[in-house]
């Protein structure tokens, strides 16, 4: 099968539990409870050997293809989508380097339970919170920008008169208002919530 192939069944596994993942953040604009609630039953699903051993092999898959791909496609891009394709594509590649060390550092190392307290401790403490707001800004626009850049190569009619450009534009406009109310909902509640001691040790204390 040809790389391209592997990356694009690897990306759509991985996007489907991204889809999800971005839902489950989205919902603590209803605050933490509410946000561990939901994580405790997507984790049904995926916190399990053989959804998460799949998971974490289409990540690794993703990242080794991608660099491949982006190797060739800084050649080649030329217009705004092509190298939005790419440089998202690269981001997200370092990002889920980061991010997997981290959540499975914060579980088999400190033996924390990687819920809301763990995704939200850095984003709400200064000065962590100068890495992790462009950090996690850039990761959810670059998941929106990576199948935006996608949708305008692949797509050909147009739909509701509007032109696959016009289509992708829409996206990257929803995936900018979706990422400014996933950080409303991760950073609103947490003044009111109560940390428990054992993430402190995420941010210093
Ligand atoms: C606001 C942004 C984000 C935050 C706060 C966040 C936080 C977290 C947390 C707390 C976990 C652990 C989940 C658990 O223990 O059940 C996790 C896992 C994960 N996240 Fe994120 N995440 C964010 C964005 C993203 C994005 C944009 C992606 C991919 C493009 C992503 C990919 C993953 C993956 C693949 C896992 C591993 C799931 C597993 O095997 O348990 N995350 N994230």
Do not use: C
Not at 81 to 105: D, P, R, T
Not at 183 to 200: C, D, K, M, R
């Amino acid at each position: 099968m040809r790389i391209k192939s592997i990356h694009y069944f690897s990306g759509i596994v991985i996007s489907v539990f991204v889809a999800f993942h971005l839902l489950n953040h989205a919902s603590s604009v209803f605050g933490a409870e509410q946000h561990i609630a939901v994580m405790e039953l997507f984790r049904v699903v995926y916190r399990n050997v053989f959804v998460e051993t799949l998971l974490l092999a289409a990540v690794l898959v993703q990242i080794i293809t991608g660099l491949w791909l982006f190797n060739k496609g800084r050649k080649w891009a030329t217009t705004f989508f092509e190298k939005l394709q790419i440089w998202s594509g690269l981001y997200l590649a370092i990002f889920f380097v980061i991010h997997l060390s981290a959540v499975l550092g914060g579980r088999l190392v400190l033996h924390l339970d990687t819920n809301f307290y763990f995704g939200v401790a850095g984003l709400n403490t200064f000065p962590f919170n100068l890495f992790f707001i462009p950090y996690y800004g850039l990761a959810v626009l670059s998941f929106f920008g990576h199948i935006a850049a996608i949708h305008q190569r692949k797509m050909k009619p147009s739909v509701l008169g509007l032109s696959p450009t016009a289509q992708s534009k829409f996206m990257l406009g929803f995936g900018l208002l979706f990422t400014l109310f996933l950080f409303y909902g991760l950073t609103n509640h947490f003044q009111s919530v109560e940390i428990p001691a054992a993430y402190g040790v995420l941010v210093g204390k």
